[in-house]
């Protein structure tokens, strides 16, 4: 009898404990239960499924915000086999993003958007826009709903940027904003 190969979702999570995203601390518990928080939250706003696995794995590569890195971006294809090439290149353009170059003009359709890693600027495709400003809030929202102090602290300059972000944003991420941030 042939055995069914494991879904995306849990080589990501074979993986993400094998690589110790379990010892991680991270607001709220651990690395990985922020992850699988942000992988929910982008479920409820009913994101595809390779954006909900890239929620997952956002923070592979570390981020600007977040500097642990699970992966070298040397390793993409070793995500990319676990959780197929489209997920991945979301967790690299999310993973990449310098965040103070880019943010500013994220929503302009042709803004600049500067990868970290290399340096490079490039303009992404309005799919990927959206795809960045999902899952950017999504994050986001998790940390301000699991610490008020966080909340309280980051909040209005968090509403100030989603606002931004607003045309690049589903009517339930943005509804989430509302409710976290207002």
Not at 14 to 23: C, F, K, N, V, W
Not at 57 to 86: K, M, N, V
Not at 89 to 95: G, T
Not at 149 to 168: D, H, M, N, Q, V
Request: include cysteine.
């Amino acid at each position: 009898m042939p055995t069914t190969p494991p879904a995306p979702a849990d080589r990501a999570i074979a993986l993400l404990h094998q690589l110790g995203a379990t010892e991680i601390t991270h607001p709220g518990g651990t690395l990985v239960a922020h992850l699988q928080r942000v992988r929910s939250r982008l479920a409820g706003w009913g994101a595809r499924p390779a954006l909900q696995l890239a929620g997952l794995c956002h923070a592979f590569y570390g981020t600007d915000g977040f500097p642990t890195a699970l992966l070298s971006p040397d390793s993409r294809s070793d995500l990319a086999e676990a959780i197929g090439a489209e997920a991945e290149a979301i967790v690299y353009l999310y993973a990449s993003c310098d965040r103070k170059a880019t943010y500013p003009n994220l929503a302009d359709a042709e803004g600049p958007f500067r990868d970290r890693f290399t340096g490079r600027l490039h303009t992404p495709e309005p799919q990927h826009r959206r795809d960045f400003a999902e899952l950017s809030v999504a994050n986001e929202l998790d940390l301000a709903r699991i610490d008020s102090a966080f909340r309280e602290k980051w909040g209005p300059e968090l509403l100030t940027l989603f606002t931004r972000f607003r045309p690049l944003l589903s009517e339930p991420a943005w509804s989430d904003c509302q409710a976290v941030l207002l």
